[in-house]
């Protein structure tokens, strides 16, 4: 839970690629030259999982990966514990590759400094949930008291408290993933990877273990990197996206970016529905204050509310003018009601007005 506090371990992705088959080696050269999958597929007879992959995933943030089925985005998780060998490339995490782990080193640091979330949810079905949850720690041969002291900490914080010697099947899909999260924190791994974790979940328990996950995340500060396929759950827990085709990366940035400037169609084609009131904020649409002007008769909010909850405000507060506030709570800018209705509802066609 100290290293939570202090995560140092960033995430570097450094040039990976990834060619499925039994010649890849022999192959990589022509990655060089921008061989396209469907070209290795045809020509070669081997499968292009990842080309030329470069995130910088920060210390401490939720990194989300997107992007259709067969994208590459399980087999770029896979890679950062290496449970798939790169082709070429560099994975960095604090200040140690990957890539040049031997198997002792590698053993370890699966076991100290990564910990998984599974999509269906892999827990012991003979072992009751307090058993699975010490599961890591057990591996690890920590003291027994240990171990079911932080696998009771973790159970309660994800809501399980008096479930502990329950087995999985007396329990529903969420609690079991539940589970599957407290499992995870009890390992006290800066790193957490969670494939596709939510997705086999119901729409409302789903949205349920997001609220969960973010809550925590406050606290414990893990480098999470989080696939989904789902766009609102992109928007919701990314502090960065990168979006994943064919092997490629196509855009990375934050949610705002991504929905504010789409970098092609296919991107397009995502966002295009996205309620953009929960994911823009105000300080893009702003009209910049001069400070000499004093917000006399405006509701106030602090840079980094969304739409959403500025219109929220304004509306409660009976005025039509906002005034932004930078952390030093200094009026920075200002905006109508207007304004912030016109950028949520701005049609694909038309370009949202970005002031700076
Ligand atoms: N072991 C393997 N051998 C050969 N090809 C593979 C292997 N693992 C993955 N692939 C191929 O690599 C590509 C990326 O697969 P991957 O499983 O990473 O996609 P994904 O984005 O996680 O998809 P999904 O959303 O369906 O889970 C696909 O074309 C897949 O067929
Ligand atoms: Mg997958």
Redesign the pocket.
Known sequence: MVEGLQNRYGIEVKGLS?I??PNAANLAHLLENGVT?AELNERHGH????KDINISMPAGGIQVIM??????????I?HINRL?EPTCGQILVGDADVVKMSERELREFRRHKTAMVFQKFALLPHRTVLENTVYGLEIQGVLRATQIKSAMHWLGRVGLTGFEQSYPNQLSGGMQQRVGLARALTNDAPILLM??AFSALDPLIRVDMQTILLDLQKEIRKTIVF?T?DLDEALRLGDRIAI?RD?EIIQQGTGQQIVLEPADDYIMSFVRHVNRGRVVQVETIMTPLNPHDAPSGMATAEAGTLLEDAARRMLSSGVDRLAILDAQGQATGALTLQNVMSAMVASDSATLHVHG
């Open positions: 990834k499925f088959g999958k499968v292009l999982g990842l992007g259709l089925s067969g994208s590459g985005k399980s087999t770029l896979r798939v494939d596709e696939i396929h994943l092997g």
